[in-house]
T-cell receptor, first 113, second 113 residues
Framework: KAGVTQTPRYLIKTRGQQVTLSCSPI?????VSWYQQTPGQGLQFLFEYFSETQRNKGNFPGRFSGRQFSNSRSEMNVSTLELGDSALYLC????????????FGQGTRLTVV | GENVEQHPSTLSVQEGDSAVIKCTYS??????FPWYKQELGKRPQLIID?????GEKKDQRIAVTLNKTAKHFSLHITETQPEDSAVYFC????????????FGRGTSLIVHP
């Protein structure tokens, strides 16, 4: 079956702009999580959506938001971009069962200039 | 919330040697401990996981050990090969609360031929 798909793969934005990233989970997976990956900081959890509801949230400012649609596809939005938002943004999908494998997408590389 | 510490941040070994990566966690309620491998430019992928009712698990050249009393778990790779070169992330997942895994900061493993 198809894996987790993220679009776009690369993005260059200017400070102050906003950006929307998209994630299509594996068919049948209802949980979608978003992570920010920067060198030396590992995988920082942003938020998780399950059945169109934000179920968990990490410690990121309100400029970072997301949503999930009825087909489980998820979008992440970052407003008023800052240089420090430059990172690889990964989404992961998993089944509804607890403590199961998270399947990651290839990520979106965001560069803020 | 959960806090996962991972060491070392960089590990350099000769081909054929063993490599050990160690992680500690803070929440005694955590009961699922996956390990992910991320090759350069690729997505993180699960390589092995262990649950708290098991002390050790092996899969060919890789093994994971868990000490729940001390709240630490380790990844062991034997007979390392150049294709083992990657960043490895450990994670811990809470049983009673959010099951979103908390990741360590990663270990960059370099295997020299």
């Amino acid at each position: 079956k198809a894996g987790v798909t993220q679009t776009p793969r690369y993005l260059i934005k200017t400070r102050g702009q906003q950006v929307t990233l998209s994630c299509s989970p594996i068919s049948g997976h209802r949980s979608v999580s978003w992570y920010q990956q920067t060198p030396g900081q590992g995988l920082q959890f942003l938020f998780e959506y399950f059945s169109e509801t934000q179920r968990n949230k990490g410690n990121f400012p309100g400029r970072f938001s997301g949503r999930q649609f009825s087909n489980s596809r998820s979008e992440m939005n970052v407003s008023t971009l800052e240089l420090g938002d430059s990172a690889l943004y990964l989404c992961a999908s998993s089944s509804s069962a607890l403590n199961t494998e998270a399947f990651f997408g290839q990520g979106t590389r965001l560069t803020v200039v | 919330g959960e806090n996962v510490e991972q060491h070392p941040s960089t590990l350099s070994v000769q081909e054929g040697d063993s490599a050990v990566i160690k992680c500690t966690y803070s929440d005694s309620a955590s009961n699922y401990f996956p390990w992910y491998k991320q090759e350069l430019g690729k997505r993180p992928q699960l390589i092995i996981d262990i649950r708290s009712n098991v002390g050790e698990k092996k899969d060919q050249r890789i093994a994971v050990t868990l000490n729940k009393t001390a709240k630490h778990f380790s990844l062991h790779i034997t007979e390392t090969q150049p294709e083992d070169s990657a960043v490895y992330f450990c994670a811990a997942s809470e049983a009673g609360g959010s099951y979103i895994p908390t990741f360590g900061r990663g270990t960059s493993l370099i295997v020299h031929p």
